[in-house]
């Protein structure tokens, strides 16, 4: 179709118009074309580290704009397999035990004559022929239980001490109690006597009894008589007896007697003490002659430990506070000779 020439004109008037548009005093001004947006510009992988102290971390790609929380997977420690595992406990010895987790440094545990240990926060734990690792394998089972996450358990050996172990002196002589052994130097049942102050007033210096226990079967024990009187008045140096480590040395008092007992742990006067002939002797009675329970003794868990005529070992445990607080003798046992008691101590309760 032809238009006419003044409408193609007005057409393009109005398509320069739409182009252009006139402000006053500027003349002519045609707008820019828009920029477009820069685009974002892409953060770099953040690095992570493989792993960390004590924490291995699968590593994970993400950025900096959408951070993703970390996995992380905890090991359990691996150094108590580098524990012992080839020496078996014996009675006498002194562990060192710690916890790893708690940072503190360790702690020193007897094995008592009953061949346990007490274990803050586990309390008595079976010990003789297990070997370190094995111990704290265990230990660490059981503080896993109740009051740890991850308890990590070192046990060793304590090797810090100048003694090389201890005899135990009782009976007649003026100072019972534990007789350290020197580093490098020899113990004789004399000079053991020696180091408890002497023979006391009583004293049957002709019969001196030293109990020794075989450390692989604590059941078995032997017995030597040895007249001390001879070495110390006659100079015969050939009787004295070189003592072992855990040896009991036994000093019987003049007189006729059916035998002694032994009363050990938190009593005021631990010792061995005779037993009269056609005397009949209860357990509390016993406990008051050692001088009563100290302010540590807990009179509700008393052990006495006994042998039959075929040295076969029992144990019982009896409540002596109610026996001595409340007058109820049914529990009140009759002490034979050779009996041995330990009171336990209370656990202090915070």
Same mark, same amino acid.
């Given at each position: ?12 008037? !109005?398509? !320069? ?62 150094? #108590? ?11 006498? @010895? ?26 803050? $926060? ?16 265990? !230990?660490?089972?059981? $503080?896993? &239980? ?23 002196? #009782? ?11 020197? &580093?490098?130097?020899?113990?004789? %049942? ?23 226990? @075989? ?27 070189? !003592? ?11 007189? @006729?007697?059916?035998?002694? +007992? ?16 056609? &005397? ?54 009759? %002490? ?13 309760? +915070?």
């Amino acid at each position: 179709m032809k238009l006419p020439f003044f409408l193609v004109g007005m057409l393009g008037c !109005l398509v !320069l118009t739409a182009q252009t548009t006139t402000i006053p005093g500027l003349g002519r001004y045609q707008p820019e074309p828009e920029t477009p947006a820069p685009k974002p510009i892409e953060s770099a992988p953040v690095a992570k580290p493989s792993s960390t102290r004590g924490i291995d971390v699968v590593p994970e790609e993400e950025t900096a704009t959408t951070a993703k929380p970390s996995v992380v997977r905890i090991g359990k420690p691996e150094t #108590m397999e580098l524990l012992d595992d080839t020496k078996p406990i014996k009675l006498g @010895d002194k562990l060192e035990y710690m916890v790893a987790e708690d940072r503190d440094p360790p702690i020193v545990l007897f094995v008592a004559e009953d061949g346990r240990v007490d274990v803050p $926060l586990v309390g008595k734990v079976q010990a003789v022929h297990k070997t370190a690792r094995t111990l704290a394998k265990e !230990l660490s089972a059981n $503080l896993e &239980q109740e009051y740890y996450y991850q308890a990590t358990v070192h046990i060793a050996e304590h090797r810090g001490a100048r003694t090389r172990g201890e005899v135990f002196v #009782m009976g007649q002589v003026l100072q019972q109690g534990m007789v350290p052994i020197p &580093q490098n130097e020899v113990m004789t %049942i004399s000079r053991a006597i020696l180091n408890a102050g002497g023979f006391g007033p009583r004293a049957d210096t002709d019969r001196v009894t030293v109990i020794r226990r @075989d450390l692989e079967s604590p059941d078995d024990e032997k017995r030597i008589e040895v007249n001390v009187s001879d070495i110390l008045e006659k100079g015969q140096l050939d009787k004295d007896l070189v !003592l072992q480590p855990n040896d009991l040395v036994f000093v019987a008092p003049v007189g @006729d007697t059916s035998g002694t +007992f032994t009363i050990t742990g938190a009593v005021r006067a631990p010792g061995s003490f005779a037993i009269a002939a056609n &005397q009949q002797l209860y357990l509390s009675q016993a406990i008051l002659q050692a001088g009563g329970l100290n302010e540590w003794g807990d009179g509700t868990d008393v052990m006495l430990i006994r042998y039959d005529e075929n040295n076969t070992r029992s144990e019982q445990v009896i409540n002596v506070e109610k026996i001595l607080k409340k007058g109820i003798r049914d529990d009140d046992v009759l %002490i034979q000779p050779g009996d041995q008691i330990i009171v336990d101590e209370k656990w202090i309760q +915070f």
